[in-house]
């Protein structure tokens, strides 16, 4: 093969992963443009997801869209829980109290699950179809690309929601303005609680995407940690910004993959992090953050 | 943030008069605060001789961590800048240090301040975005630093052994070598209470309180005649310092400097015991680190307890219950005692000093 092909190899498989950094982040960014918080333990939430899809299929034996649904909708009770529990009583309290109070919650379901569900590497049955795609003569492993596939459409239904529908509207506004939402009658902290849930089912599906991609075991929340820069590039509170980073960061993995080896690759993010923070600190998209004194 | 309610302990109390500006603030004014002082010396000075060597080796622990989570205070409790990366501060004390004492052959009274000063270095490269950037922003940044602070020090094989790392020799003072626990220990707690000495009473100077200025609201702190860019990176370099020497003594006390130690969790571990022990006290950064040290060995306790026989299962299970208790910690004490516990020691002086009567 060619030097260029295998250039478009890595490209497109590169591009291919982005889809599904894209759908991690869009939980940081739901949260972040919905209540101005940033999520430490969105990777643990995914990691929920994944565990009660795991429980649901291989230990109960029950049909794939039956599991899917229950982690949705566990996602949904546990983020809108942690919402009215931990979030809301700490509202106006310093940046400094709410990232600590996420980050402990972090811990809280990552050691939970390592006490329930122990340090094992698990194989969850498959989901997509794993036949290899041709994008004229360069192959795509099939696991790979329909999680792109379904990763796209749930990001870009997502967007559509908020969009179209009077609730998704209503998302809209108390992000804006919180007082100004509660003015014409929106019911804030319903919409506050009902956004955390929606970034929890969000992650969880990312959860059983990518556990089913690769494996699963209480960490699987480390892999958050490396979508900071793909948040930190598209701009934290830009929903379409999710999707340019996503790719953006994806693509880049790839290259230093293959180009200067595995271990660049774990540590470009970071590298990106930095760099974006320096020079523009608010992202591609993001707003500005203007602060009164 | 809140302010402390703290202040008003400095007011006049029961039987001491203030007589002139001074006086007012002095720390040690009164018989019982000195005799406090002398029997805390006292207790230090004996505990290695009465105790016995698993007590001696915790002590050296809690002081060591007293040293860097008294450093991580100083940034995030009195300065507000909050650091999710201070152990790649350690780290970086750790591996100066070890490679002044094993390349440079330098004694341990120069070896240990490098790796301060080089900690500190570093500290102030990555404080140099916090005009900038601040809040969650700046949290990010101290992340992403420590990753590749780890990323460095894992490929920068000549210099730090990679992930081997590096043995440090024992200390040595004129013929004696400190190579055991109870030796080291004169070597620790000392420099450990004189740091914190040092960082109590730099909040009652100029510096210590633009700090505090800074932390309540950066902009209103400059219109006041603060320099940010100087007083934050002057915090950056403080606490990276502390981190410095934690990390130096920490290369000393278990004589090998490698990654593993300087990682993300042990970046939590004293973020928790920050916030535990209180926001913007010594006091509580002391409590602290003595709680979040003391928190593991009970937990170990209890799963051998638990678990039995089964050791290489009852790790793993130890692990996860620590997270789990961590986790909780910092939750709960955010949400139902946000000072922590130099606040809970504060009521209850201010109950004992009027009791029998009520708050």
């Known amino acids: 093969m060619s030097p260029f092909s295998l250039f478009l190899e890595y490209s497109l498989v590169g591009l291919a992963s982005g889809g599904m950094y894209a759908l991690i982040a869009l939980g940081f960014v739901l949260v972040f443009k919905g209540t101005g918080v940033f999520n430490f333990a969105q990777g643990e939430l995914m990691m929920v997801g994944a565990y009660v899809y795991l429980t649901l299929t291989q230990m109960l034996g029950a049909h794939w869209a039956?599991?899917?649904?229950?982690?949705?909708?566990?996602?949904?009770?546990?983020?809108?829980?942690?919402?009215?529990?931990?979030?809301?009583?700490?509202?106006?309290?310093?940046?400094?109290?709410?990232?600590m109070a996420t980050v402990g919650l972090g811990l809280v379901l990552k050691g939970g699950a390592g006490l329930l569900f122990g340090p094992e590497q698990r194989q969850l049955p498959e989901l997509l179809p794993r036949k290899p795609v041709f994008v004229g003569e360069i192959l795509i492993p099939g696991g790979v690309f329909w999680t792109f596939v379904a990763s796209l459409a749930i990001v870009l239904a997502c967007l559509a929601w908020f969009r179209f529908t009077r609730s998704g509207v209503a998302m809209r506004a108390a992000a804006s303005s919180q007082a100004n939402a509660y003015a014409v009658g929106i019911n804030v902290p319903a919409i506050s609680a009902a956004t955390w849930g929606l970034a929890a089912s969000t992650g969880a599906l990312a959860g059983v995407l990518l556990s089913a991609l690769n494996s699963l075991t209480p960490h699987l929340g480390d892999v958050a940690l490396?979508?900071?820069?793909?948040?930190?590039?598209?701009?934290?509170?830009?929903?379409?910004?999710?999707?340019?980073?996503?790719?953006?960061?994806?693509?880049?993995?790839?290259?230093?993959?293959?180009?200067?080896g595995g271990s660049w690759r774990e540590v470009m993010p970071y590298g990106v992090v930095l760099l974006v923070l320096l020079v523009r600190p608010h992202g591609l998209f993001g707003r500005k953050e203007i602060e009164r004194i | 943030m809140k302010t402390r309610p703290s202040l008003a302990l400095l007011g006049p109390r029961c039987g001491v008069l203030p007589l002139s500006h001074a006086d007012a603030g002095r720390r040690l004014d009164s018989p019982l605060r000195w005799g406090g002082l002398a029997l805390l010396v006292a207790f230090l000075a004996l505990l290695?001789?009465?105790?016995?060597?698993?007590?001696v080796y915790m002590?050296?622990?809690?002081?060591?961590?007293?040293?860097?989570?008294?450093?991580?205070?100083?940034?995030?409790?009195?300065?507000g800048l909050l650091s999710i990366g201070h152990a790649a501060f350690n780290g970086v004390g750790a591996f100066a240090c070890a490679v002044a004492a094993t390349r440079w052959?330098?004694?341990?009274?120069?070896?240990?301040?490098?790796?301060?000063?080089?900690?500190?270095?570093?500290?102030?490269?990555?404080?140099?975005?916090?005009?900038?950037?601040?809040?969650?922003y700046l949290a990010i940044a101290t992340l992403a630093a420590q990753f590749i602070f780890l990323f460095v020090v894992q490929h920068w094989t000549s210099v730090t052994g990679g992930d081997r790392g590096l043995q440090v020799p024992s200390p040595q003072v004129g013929g004696l070598r400190l190579d055991s626990d109870f030796r080291l220990y004169w070597l620790i707690v000392p420099v450990a209470f004189a740091m914190c000495v040092f960082a109590a009473n730099l909040f009652r100077t100029r510096i210590g309180r633009a700090f505090i200025a800074v932390r309540e609201r950066d902009y209103s702190a400059e219109v006041l005649?603060?320099?940010?860019?100087?007083?934050?990176l002057l915090s950056f370099a403080l606490a990276s310092f502390y981190a410095g020497i934690a990390g130096a003594l920490m290369a000393y006390f278990f004589r090998i400097a490698n990654p593993e130690q300087y990682g993300f969790g042990s970046s939590i571990l004293q973020l928790t015991a920050v916030i535990v022990g209180g926001l913007g006290s010594i006091l509580g950064s002391i409590l602290g680190s003595l709680f979040m040290v003391a928190l593991p060995e009970v937990l170990k306790g209890l799963a051998t307890l638990l678990s039995g026989a089964d050791a290489a299962r009852s790790a793993v299970m130890l692990a996860s219950a620590r997270e789990l208790v961590f986790g909780l910690l910092i939750v709960g004490f955010l949400l139902l005692e946000p000072f922590g516990l130099a606040e809970i020691v504060r009521r209850t002086r201010a109950r004992l000093a009027v009791w029998p009567f009520r708050t």
Not at chain 1, 226 to 233: F, W
Not at chain 2, 48 to 55: L, M, N, S
Not at chain 2, 60 to 73: D, E, F, K, P, R
Not at chain 2, 111 to 136: E, H, N, Q, Y
Request: proline content about 4%; charged content about 10%; hydrophobic content about 60%.
């Open chain 2, 48 to 55: 290695p001789f009465v105790a016995d060597g698993y007590i």
């Open chain 2, 59 to 79: 002590a050296c622990l809690v002081a060591i961590t007293i040293v860097s989570v008294v450093g991580l205070n100083i940034l995030t409790g009195y300065t």
């Open chain 2, 105 to 136: 052959e330098l004694p341990f009274w120069l070896a240990i301040p490098f790796g301060g000063l080089m900690a500190a270095a570093a500290g102030v490269l990555v404080g140099l975005p916090s005009l900038r950037i601040k809040g969650l």
């Open chain 2, 225 to 232: 005649g603060i320099d940010l860019l100087r007083t934050k």
């Open chain 1, 66 to 99: 039956l599991g899917l649904l229950a982690a949705v909708a566990v996602g949904f009770a546990l983020g809108a829980l942690v919402e009215r529990v931990v979030l809301r009583p700490l509202a106006g309290q310093p940046t400094l109290s709410i990232v």
């Open chain 1, 226 to 260: 490396a979508v900071l820069a793909v948040l930190i590039v598209g701009g934290l509170d830009s929903l379409a910004g999710v999707i340019v980073g996503g790719l953006a960061i994806g693509w880049l993995q790839a290259m230093t993959g293959a180009y200067l």
